[in-house]
């Protein structure tokens, strides 16, 4: 049951997306984000959907799985647009009965509302099927390492996450064992109110703190036995390196923020 | 030709939680050869886990001197020479894999010590081909079976290219069948690479594949030597809560009862081949 779940939802594939550089995509990933933060008017929400299309095909993801990804936050996007639609303050009642009513302006503003979180959700999930999460990692902490002046502990975050990947499927395992064990000794985990599952999740949980901290101890030993000594003079198997293609990824992603401007503040 | 390892008068006492000084290790005296495949066997709390951690300097000497290749471990400017001279592999496969890919994971050692980049690599399909792991270096440590684990585990160690692999048990948490393969693959790293290897169980039938076995109580060696001549002392082994393998205790009683038996007898086959001459 626990082990449907997936984590790091890597997809392998060949393509330019799969190939560019994390950083590339981890950046131009917040780019978009701002990018999709200045769509105003219909115009810039059209494009903003073709872009997205056009980086999805261009990735040769399964479209529909990336579209599946939208799944879990199915009930955040259509709340957020019911919400638009039933509250939102306008002129133009198209529709009117007892207190509700719809306006047009809060159709418009609901539908640019909710499409700005599946654009949003799309383009996370693109990076996030096309990046595997070491590289992922890698990348994080390469973006953070200017900051570490500042304080931020860009080796230690990222180890952190690698550490986490790497044991997020073995205390799932584990969980899942426990489970058993208990339910094999009578435990009940799916009657009674919140409170009483939650209690009866107690058992689970002890064992599986106390297994965690001894698994932290003994892999921070062996750690330490294989010469770990924190960020300072280490190399890395996968170097990162920018190419012409991350370039012009770059570059992609300018134009597109400058054509989201201009349809802004210029509209047609 | 000086030992790769030496103890002089090894002593450490561990201070528990009410303050107590708990006494791990007595005095202890050993020399380590080049090369060797040396067992350690003893009942539980007998100090072999604390004797292994003080070969690669995770725990240091209270009293006495643990020297790795002349070098002193409580020196601390030699301290990465010496984890890179004496690797460590745990009872627990999966607590000590880092990476959620094998191959990140044998490079992590790599990683550490600053080899450059062009090199690591290479020694990483190096050490995973000496384990026979070559075709998972892609795969997902968690999904591999528990030998299958630990071999990672042991190319992480190799890809350091040590001088010693210091096992604590190894094989508590594998099946028959793993415990095997890392017998095989223990053997194989000392016949081709000339690896040192102490090596720590439960198992007398693996300490009977070493060169030389040790047996500890009490933070002290009480017995050494061949494994044929360690094992033979059935009566000994047994007042230290130690289990003599199968054929030694039939060879004793049939001693005892007034035949006359060569006295280095272990394995099954030795006893056949005395009882049917
Ligand atoms: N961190 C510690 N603090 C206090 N006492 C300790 C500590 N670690 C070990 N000891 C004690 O030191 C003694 C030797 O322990 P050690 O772990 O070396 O035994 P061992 O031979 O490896 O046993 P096992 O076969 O169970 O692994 C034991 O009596 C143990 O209780
Ligand atoms: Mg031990």
Redesign the pocket.
């Known amino acids: 049951m626990l082990s449907d779940i997936t984590l790091g939802q890597y997809y392998p594939g060949n393509s330019v997306i799969h190939h560019l550089d994390p950083r590339t995509k981890i950046l131009g990933t917040l780019l978009f984000i701002i990018a999709i933060f200045m769509a105003t008017n219909t115009a810039g929400y059209i494009f903003l959907c073709v872009f997205v299309m056009a980086v999805i095909l261009a990735s040769r993801l399964p479209v529909g799985m990336v579209f599946r990804s939208l799944k879990p936050l199915a009930f955040i996007i259509i709340l957020t647009m019911a919400l638009h639609f039933f509250m939102g303050e306008g002129e133009q009642v198209l529709f009117e009965w007892k207190f509700l009513r719809i306006t047009q302006e809060g159709l418009a503003m609901g539908i640019k509302m909710s499409l700005r979180l599946v654009l949003l959700l799309l383009i996370s999930s693109v990076l996030t099927f096309t990046t595997s999460p070491i590289v992922l990692t890698d990348g994080i902490e390469s973006l953070l390492n200017p900051f570490k002046r500042i304080g931020v502990p860009a080796h230690e975050l990222a180890m952190m996450m690698t550490i986490a990947l790497r044991f997020i499927p073995t205390l799932i395992e584990e969980t899942d064992r426990i489970i058993k064990a208990q339910t094999a000794r009578g435990a009940d985990f799916s009657s009674g109110n919140l409170l009483q599952k939650a209690k009866n999740m107690l058992p689970v949980l002890i064992p599986l703190f106390i297994s965690a901290f001894r698994r932290a101890d003994e892999l921070a030993i062996a750690m330490e036995a294989r010469c770990y000594r924190g960020g300072e003079g280490r190399t890395r198997m996968h170097e990162l390196a920018y190419t012409k293609v991350d370039v012009g990824a770059f570059v992609l992603i300018v134009v597109v923020m400058a054509i989201m401007a201009a349809l802004r503040w210029w509209p047609l | 030709m000086q030992p790769l390892i030496e103890l002089q008068d090894l002593t450490h006492a561990y201070t528990d939680a009410e303050n107590n000084q708990v006494l791990a290790l007595q005095k202890l005296n050993l020399q380590i050869e080049q090369g060797e495949f040396l067992a350690v066997i003893g009942a539980?709390g007998c100090g072999?886990?604390t004797l292994?951690k003080h070969l690669n300097a995770l725990l240091l000497p209270t009293g006495g001197k643990c020297l790795v290749n002349g070098m002193d471990t409580q020196d601390e400017s030699h301290l990465w020479d010496i984890r890179q001279t004496v690797g460590m592999v745990f009872?627990n496969p999966d607590n000590q894999i880092v990476a959620a890919v094998v191959e990140e994971d044998v490079a992590f050692g790599l990683e550490n010590i600053g080899v450059p980049h062009a090199e690591i690599r290479p020694r990483v399909e190096t050490a995973l081909k000496a384990v026979d792991m070559s075709a998972y270096a892609l795969h997902a440590p968690h999904l591999l079976s528990g030998g299958q684990k630990q071999r990672v585990a042991i190319a992480g160690v190799v890809a350091l290219e040590p001088r010693c692999i210091v096992m604590?048990?190894p094989t508590a948490m594998l099946d028959p069948l793993g415990r095997k393969e890392i017998m095989a693959t223990v053997k194989k790293l000392q016949r081709e690479k000339q690896i040192t290897f102490v090596y720590?169980t439960h198992y007398m039938n693996e300490a009977m594949q070493a060169d030389r076995v040790i047996v500890m109580d009490h933070g002290q060696i009480v017995m050494q030597g061949k494994p044929a001549e360690v094992f033979s002392r059935v009566a000994e082994l047994q007042t230290l809560h130690l289990e003599a393998p199968l054929a030694a205790t039939v060879a004793a009683d049939l001693r005892h009862a007034g035949l006359s038996l060569p006295r280095d007898i272990i394995t099954n086959e030795e006893l056949a081949a005395a009882l049917c001459r």
């Open positions: 539980n072999k886990s292994a009872q604590d048990e720590i």
